[in-house]
């Protein structure tokens, strides 16, 4: 301990130290103490805040991860050459490194300025948040993409050459929206996987929801058992409504025949 | 009607899915050595029956005793009855994660309480008596329809059954591949094998059974021995689902 | 037509020669990896007998030398001299981390093959499995270790026979987390494979004889099993990554000590880019060995048609 690292594991070393979360074990019998309980509620808004900061960081991260990922997928199907094998590798080492130094890379390395917006700033780890988690999703959508823009029958393309469309006109209108539909469930897959993961940005300090939470449990140390829970449950919460949600849509958008099974 | 030497008695047996009544009051019996062959429009009950006799499917009325004993009671061990009663399937339902020998040995080994050994050379012994010799090692995908059915029938012989149950054995085959499947099956029954069979193979049928029974939404239309049923059918809906078949043929 | 062909087969061939000089690359860096890495632990386990305990392998003298004298490389020579600098510190934080993961992804698959079979052909206990699977998926893996290391002061429980095996109990800490989430998530891919395995496959182990049970061990296992490998890698993929959370309570796994070294030496860059190789390396090793596992284990037949 006498080491300790950068901000959060720092935060982490020195409250390993302060908090007495004494009792262990034996406060699980206290986990109704109302008192602590009330300091929770009382921080209700607060922890509200970090869950809209949550939900926000889930959805630029997972938009960002489309709008680069979608386009990755596509050119490792139907690219060659160099800017294959380019985004290929930029998506294997992506996938192969923990979030967190991905998450740390960015904000420390590449050094993401403040971007001001006039109305609203975002802070520079917001926005290492969201690059972090959405260039890693990016890399994590392009396999779905890849796999159901496979899969789609090969005379499908035929069948769109055949009517008089180009390649690029037969890709877009016939392959994409099918590959598409059956890209729902690997998404709701992957949209969890993000929302659990902005937990991580902890390491950068942005006060989102488990930020918020881990704040709280240092100033009152004995409702930690009850702040933790209490972000859980949300946290449950956000992801069950998620999957829910992409489930509906996955039956709505369904195609008869039942192949997106 | 039959005397007490019955070793399969099946007396009013009958079957609900929901509302849907899919056996109705079946009754039909064997002796020992007997071969009983099912035929029926698809969707008559045929192989409902069959699976209703290991239990396979549960009929909720009616009584089916093999060998004296009740198999539809309640108290009764399932796998003891399965045990000593081996089927073959339509789709073959071979293990795919085992060789030949692997099939036809798991019965013996996990069930009979076989020795690894003593359960390999019952399965190897099987495997020649159906003509596989070649194959002890070959899985599942490695062989063709014909050959992979052969393994499913040395698969429910090498447990010694007392009654053999065919589902369509040939329907999911080639018609190539049919007749080393029937061939085999006429080898079980000159060896004095009891069978219960449901198939198509109208031919097969006329020459190995000792009776047919022909049922048709859920019931027994007729019954009796192939030359009357095949030359002079009784009911009307035997002569027209005969000649249809008769017809695709 | 053949001349059409013909530069398409060329341009295969040079493809393919790409792909293996790609290969021996991969294949030559595996084995320094892990060379390194071994060497390194049984140094350090054996009391120093090839270097001091603490120093690297190679000084990092001589490297700098070496980098210095090759022109082109001569600019990189001092960092390449910190890199070696790092090695032990590097190395003890891998054990750590592969220990974790291999313990946790091991036990957790103990666990997971009961919930899976229970969650599919249980009845009471679909339910209980249930209930585990989507609590442990539905929240985030930090917020576990947080609620046994912050809420149920976990460490101070660890049994006397397992305290003093690591350095800190509370590694044994980030061992149940691991295990407890990762068996959730094992369970739901081995789920996933059982239900693949055909009801043919069943019907036919009961006609035999076997009961519901035994059916279950002999006939659907070992098929589920083969098809859940590929998606189970993916699971030990993670857990490599996701041992590095294991540092936020304050176990001192690779990612730990590269964060202490940085904040010592202010160099973030290098020091985060060596620890994201070393990671890939980790990830890359064990989809290797699983790929490897997988052609070990293949059946003919099996898993082949599962793609329609």
């Not at chain 2, 399969?8 to 039909?28: A, C, I, N, Q």
């Amino acid at each position: 301990m006498s080491d300790p690292g950068t901000l959060a594991l720092a935060a982490a070393a020195s409250a390993a130290v302060e908090i007495p979360t004494g009792d262990g074990l034996a406060t699980l019998a206290f986990i109704g103490e109302s008192a602590d309980w009330d300091f929770v509620f009382s921080n209700a808004d607060y922890l509200g805040v970090g869950a809209l900061l949550t939900i926000g960081l889930t959805i630029a991260s997972i938009l960002l991860g489309f709008v680069v990922g979608f386009p990755a997928g596509a050119v490792e199907v139907y690219g060659d050459g160099l800017l294959k094998r380019v985004v290929s590798t930029v998506g294997i080492v992506l996938r192969g490194t923990p979030i967190v130094v991905i998450l740390i890379v960015m904000y420390f390395v590449v050094g993401v300025p403040q971007i001001n917006l006039g109305v609203a700033s975002i802070s520079s780890a917001m926005t290492a948040g969201i690059l972090g988690l959405g260039l890693r999703s990016a890399a994590y959508q392009s396999q779905i993409f890849r796999a159901t823009l496979s899969s789609v029958d090969e005379g499908q393309l035929e069948a769109g050459r055949s009517i008089g469309l180009s390649r690029f006109e037969a890709v877009r209108y016939v392959v994409v929206p099918q590959a598409l539909r059956r890209s729902i469930p690997g998404f709701q897959n992957e949209f969890t996987i993000v929302l659990k993961d902005t937990s991580i940005v902890f390491a950068i300090g942005l006060a989102e929801l488990l930020t918020r939470g881990y704040d709280l449990f240092s100033e009152q140390t004995t409702a930690v058992l009850e702040v933790i829970l209490f972000i859980s449950a949300i946290y449950f919460v956000l992801t069950f409504t998620t999957n829910r949600a992409l489930d509906y849509l996955g039956d709505h958008y369904a195609i008869p025949e039942g192949e997106s099974a | 009607m039959s005397d007490d030497n019955d070793f399969l008695r099946v007396t009013d047996v009958s079957k609900w899915y929901g509302d849907e009544k899919v056996l109705e009051d079946v009754s039909f019996e064997m002796d020992r050595g007997d071969v009983t062959v099912l035929i029926g429009p698809s969707g008559s009950g045929k192989s409902t029956m069959l699976r209703c006799v290991n239990r396979l499917a549960e009929a909720q009325e009616g009584s089916i005793l093999l060998d004296g004993e009740e198999v539809l009671s309640p108290d009764l061990d399932v796998d003891e009855l399965r045990r000593e009663v081996g089927m073959v399937f339509q789709g073959f339902n071979l293990f795919a994660h085992l060789t030949a020998v692997g099939n036809v040995a798991l019965g013996p080994r996990r069930v009979l309480g076989l020795s690894e050994t003593e359960a390999r050379e019952r399965a190897e012994a099987q495997l020649e008596r159906v003509g596989l010799g070649e194959q002890f090692d070959s899985y599942p995908a490695e062989l063709s329809g014909g050959q992979q059915q052969r393994v499913g029938i040395a698969r429910a012989l090498a447990m010694e059954p007392k009654l053999m149950l065919f589902d369509e054995p040939t329907s999911a085959l080639d018609p190539e591949l049919i007749g080393e499947v029937l061939e085999v099956m006429h080898g079980l029954v000159d060896e004095g094998m009891t069978m219960l069979v449901v198939t198509h193979e109208m031919s097969f049928a006329r020459e190995v059974a000792d009776e047919i029974v022909f049922l048709d939404d859920g019931r027994v239309v007729e019954r009796g021995p192939p030359e009357q049923l095949f030359d002079r059918p009784e009911e009307e809906r035997t002569g027209r689902f005969l000649e249809r078949i008769a017809s695709h043929d | 037509m053949a001349s059409a062909t013909r530069p398409a087969a060329v341009r295969e061939r040079v493809a393919d020669a790409d792909r293996s000089v790609g290969r021996l690359l991969l294949v030559a860096a595996g084995a320094l990896f892990w060379g390194w890495l071994v060497v390194s632990w049984v140094n350090r386990w054996l009391g120093g007998v090839i270097v001091p305990v603490g120093q690297p392998l190679v000084p990092p003298g001589a490297v700098e030398a070496t980098f210095g004298a090759i022109p082109g490389l001569a600019a990189y020579a001092a960092d390449a001299a910190f890199v070696v600098e790092l090695t032990p510190e590097l190395s003890r934080g891998t054990w750590l981390t592969v220990v974790i993961t291999a313990v946790s992804l091991f036990v957790g698959f103990l666990m997971a093959v009961p919930l899976a079979v229970s969650r599919v052909y249980g009845r009471f206990s679909a339910w209980i499995s249930l209930g585990y699977t989507e609590l442990l998926r539905g929240t985030p893996l930090l917020a576990q270790l947080f609620v046994l290391y912050y809420g149920l002061n976990l460490a101070s429980y660890v049994p006397g026979a397992f305290s003093g095996v690591f350095a800190r109990d509370v590694v044994w800490v980030a061992i149940v987390g691991f295990t407890l989430n990762g068996a959730a998530y094992q369970a739901e891919y081995i789920r996933g494979a059982l239900e693949s395995v055909e009801e043919g496959q069943i019907t036919a182990g009961r006609a035999i004889g076997l009961s519901k049970l035994e059916t279950i061990y002999y006939v659907v296992l070992p098929q589920g099993l083969r098809y859940a490998i590929p998606s189970w890698t993916n699971e030990f993929v993670y857990l490599i990554k996701y041992s590095s959370l294991a540092a936020f309570i304050t176990v001192p796994e690779l990612y730990y000590r590269a964060d202490q070294i940085a904040s010592e030496t202010f160099r973030y860059t290098l020091i985060f880019v060596v620890t994201g190789v070393t990671y890939l390396a980790l990830v890359l090793t064990a989809s290797k060995l699983m790929e490897g596992v997988e052609d070990r284990v293949a059946i003919p037949g099996l898993g082949a048609e599962r793609e329609e």
